[in-house]
């Protein structure tokens, strides 16, 4: 079980990696599209505009558990640097059981109620003439909710082996 968890989590890490990449790279080009046609054609386009911004929201949330595996989440380092590696193993893991989980989890079911409806009513761009597709972007934060659970209690039985 603990291996074909640490397989599917790395596999996870692995396409949410690439994802971002391939976000970040579309978000320089869409910037770089929308300020140049804008200073230099006097042109601007609201749905590249939208596009824009639904790189940069997805980049964002599915940021959240690329930091979490790759150990660079917020933390105090102040209070960490001190302290043994022991005491971080179990604060570390303490961390993920009384806040990551519960957290991630409270979100998901908070969170359910909007995105069903977003779906429902097929959620686009607020501005006339905008892209649609406002639900799918939503989609991506209980996703990245699920992707850092997973991350989490990986996390935990990755330390617990060594």
Same mark, same amino acid.
């Given at each position: 079980m603990?291996?074909?968890l640490t397989r599917v989590c790395a596999t996870l890490h692995r396409l949410t990696l690439g994802v971002c990449l391939s976000l970040l790279v579309l978000l320089l080009f869409s910037q770089v599209a929308i300020v140049a046609l804008r200073y230099c054609f006097g042109v601007g386009f609201l749905e590249l505009q939208d596009f824009s911004a639904y790189v940069f929201a997805s980049l964002v949330t599915l940021s959240i558990p690329v930091a979490l595996v790759a150990d660079r989440h917020v933390r105090v380092d102040v209070l960490r640097e001190r302290q043994s590696p022991g005491l971080q193993l179990v604060i570390d893991n303490a961390g993920i059981i009384l806040l990551l989980l519960p957290v991630f989890i409270l979100s998901i079911y908070l969170v359910y109620p909007d995105? =069903?409806? =977003?779906?429902?009513i097929r959620e686009g761009s607020r501005e006339t003439g905008g892209l649609g597709g406002v639900y799918l972007i939503k989609t991506l934060f209980p +996703?990245?909710?699920? +992707?850092m659970i997973l991350q989490g209690i990986n996390s935990i039985l990755l330390r617990r082996a060594h």
């Amino acid at each position: 079980m603990n291996v074909h968890l640490t397989r599917v989590c790395a596999t996870l890490h692995r396409l949410t990696l690439g994802v971002c990449l391939s976000l970040l790279v579309l978000l320089l080009f869409s910037q770089v599209a929308i300020v140049a046609l804008r200073y230099c054609f006097g042109v601007g386009f609201l749905e590249l505009q939208d596009f824009s911004a639904y790189v940069f929201a997805s980049l964002v949330t599915l940021s959240i558990p690329v930091a979490l595996v790759a150990d660079r989440h917020v933390r105090v380092d102040v209070l960490r640097e001190r302290q043994s590696p022991g005491l971080q193993l179990v604060i570390d893991n303490a961390g993920i059981i009384l806040l990551l989980l519960p957290v991630f989890i409270l979100s998901i079911y908070l969170v359910y109620p909007d995105i =069903a409806y =977003a779906w429902q009513i097929r959620e686009g761009s607020r501005e006339t003439g905008g892209l649609g597709g406002v639900y799918l972007i939503k989609t991506l934060f209980p +996703l990245s909710c699920v +992707l850092m659970i997973l991350q989490g209690i990986n996390s935990i039985l990755l330390r617990r082996a060594h």
